[in-house]
């Protein structure tokens, strides 16, 4: 049996790419004779011969079926309709017992997309194949012209005259032969003609039609026995009369092949004019699909009226395009040394329908709400200012007048929504965007025009209004995150709120560059295969079911936050293996099994990270800030039993939540033999994989060793980075496009937002405003803790985890500790409810995550459930811990 690397398609492919691909083809096995597929049937697979020998046969493959090809194993078929989005066009049929891959057609084509291989392979195959039926077209032409002179020599002179002045007819109405041969029984001739030539045959009523190569010979036949001129005369007289008889397609063919293109186009669009007005839009179709390819329909009258054509069939968007491209080509036709290749070089003509096309398309602008273009084209039109009379002409535009007021509206902010699509950066749909940008102008002008608070200062409140404003653009899917997060930057450094240094405060941090060297570390882990490899080795030993498979990696990522504390850090690390494992497991990207597995890892290795007192380095941070006695209390250990029900009720709770949201779909059961073979098709290590392991074990250690030595693993993550890429492992292509420096502009500016916020003063208020109306609730532990939770929660939708969890611990302690509740309670509960989802831009560790998958492990949409879930489950683990921590003094 053959290996993926032995087939013509996949033999170039990367040894990693040929392993992922295992992954997704379906093995079949069929018996000698069996049928792949018919002739018509949907195109649903691409198939490849792994032993055993098919052929594909003409028609139903019945007897009489000529056979097209045969396919060994290393060959494949079916790609065919995959590529024409059309049937089968042959019908396959195993001529030995057969083994196939069968690879699916979203695959197949996802494949094509992203690799210029397989597009070159398969060019190469198809090209090929046309050499080969090139080559027996004419074989055939030349056998089929023996035959045809054959029967032409046994004609009489009348006959072979007759066939010679009736070929440009195609098909040969007798009614229009009788005419233009004056005195010829055309309905005899034909008759007979059929009877003796296998070349002529009727077509319906008192028609006939020659065979299209029998028309050629016939055609050449013409030409040599008369002149050019003659020949034109001649396709003329036969072109008037069918215009006269009513035979328009025909006429306009006949015209054209005579060289009178004008009076051709004229005959065809007035046909056609006529036709659209009766409404037989099919007969237009017909009509303008049956030119001859001497005529250009993009240009002059033909464009409008394939453009009136679009409109009548409701599709005015297009006709807008025809119509474009028409005024486009029609001003560069007209441009010098150009101008008699004019179809209709009847300039003034032409500029009158210059000037009707530029009105129809201002008519069709407006309809669609296009204000702006609208506007441009009567401008264009001839109305000479675009302010005054440009308005009064669009009243008598066939728009309502009370409706254009809501369409200019509507307009600007299609036009906003265009130009920004064209940036390239937008993800919003429908209604949302308009609202999203109304409300953030409204925020704007709130907190640029009303006084601040008397306990905030202007700059304060302005930097807070800068980030309110901004969130609807977020939320909403307006502008693309990171862009959302340099105007940030941009308004609170350009409008003076801030010193610049502070506005990019957070570019300047360790943290930054850890996350940028974890980056890069895991760009390079996943393209030397590496990554695949420990997927395999990890599908191999655990069950490929959901639980055991997220429950391993919720485990793996416990393992690993204690000794890695930077849980963004961490996350991106880890993203890389979602899409590589959903791949491995036969899901597609973003379905609800490639969602349970990202979300597995965003809750073992983001999440849960409290759980340890180096799980994060905000939990470093909030001990660090405990009271002496505190803090000596809360050692590792201490911590991890304290934080355990609490972390234990959040884990369940999310996690039962989880699988019955996304209730993912059952993995595709990898036999062990698939991945034995994957394994093989990867090989043994490779150079660049021995070098990225040794990097990642030293980065490990690094990251471990970090804390007791008061080493920053940041330093560690950006140096393996550096090595990584002048030991060429992390190529120069790897690190401009595999690292997601998008992500890095927004983790940068979030950790801005802190800096700014400090040094305004905005934090301090913010906590302190809501810690008021806390106070009161102290005498119910319980309530108070839920109290404080959801304090936390709507502190983070401003402030981000690292620096509200901080905040609240700060303001809260000092109110709380008299009453006997030890301050690492509320450092806890300030850990755990200020690091929320709920809205993507809320976590950087969610956003690494989501990004690091290169946005193929889930949507934002399909996780909101289990965010919420998730905030649930805190203030229930709050709740469930309150007995707990009595017992363990913690709490009165
Ligand atoms: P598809 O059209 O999907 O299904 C029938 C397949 O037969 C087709 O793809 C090709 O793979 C194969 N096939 C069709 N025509 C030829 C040909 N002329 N020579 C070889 N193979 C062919």
Redesign the pocket.
Known sequence: MIELGSTILFAGLPAVEQARLLAELQELSLPAGAVV?H?GDP?DALYIVRSGLAE?RTGAGGPGAAI??FFEPGN???????LND?P?????IALTDVELWMLPRARFERLVRETPGVSLALARLLSD?LR??AQRVSRMHREFDLAAEEKYAALSPDQQRFLRRTAPLDPVPVELAARALDGVDAGHVLQELASQVPFVSPDGHAVYRYHSLFRELLLDKLRAELSEGERQTWLSELGETAGAMGEIGLAVCLLAEAGRVTEAVHLAVSRGKALLEAGRLDEVDTLLSTLPSTIDTALGSLADLRAELLVARGHPADAVEVLEEAMHRDSAVDGPGNGDGAMESDSAAEGGGRLLRARRLAELSFQLGRTREGRRWLREAGASDAGGDAIDDVATLPVAPSAFSGLMTLASLSGLRRASTAAGALGGRGVSRPLGITLSVLFLFFFLLAPPPPTLSLPAFRALGVLVAALPLVVFSVLADHLVALLMLVAWAGLGLVPVRTALAGFATSGWFLVLGVLGVGVALARTGLLYRLVLALIERVPARHVPLTLTLVAAGLIFSPVMPNATGRTALAAPLVPELAGALGYTPRSRGSAVLGMAVLLGFGQLCSLFLTGSSSGLLVHSLLPVASRARFGWGYWFVAALPLHVVMFALTYVVMLLALRPEAASMRSRETVRAQRRILGPMTRAEYIATAILVLLLIAFVLGPPLKLDPAWAAVLAMVVLGAANVLDANGFKSGINWAFLIFFGAMLSLGDVFRTLGVDAWLAGAAAAPLTPLVKSPTLFLIAVGVMGYVLNLVVRWQAACVLMTLVLVPVTSPLGIEPWVIGITALVTTNMWFLPYQSTIYQALYYGTEERAFTHKQVQPIALAYGVACLVGLAVSVPFWRAMGLMP
């Open positions: 597929f002739k195109g594909s097209l090809g494949n078929f079916g790609e065919m309709a995959l059309e089968r066009s042959a019908t396959v194949r080969a039926s």
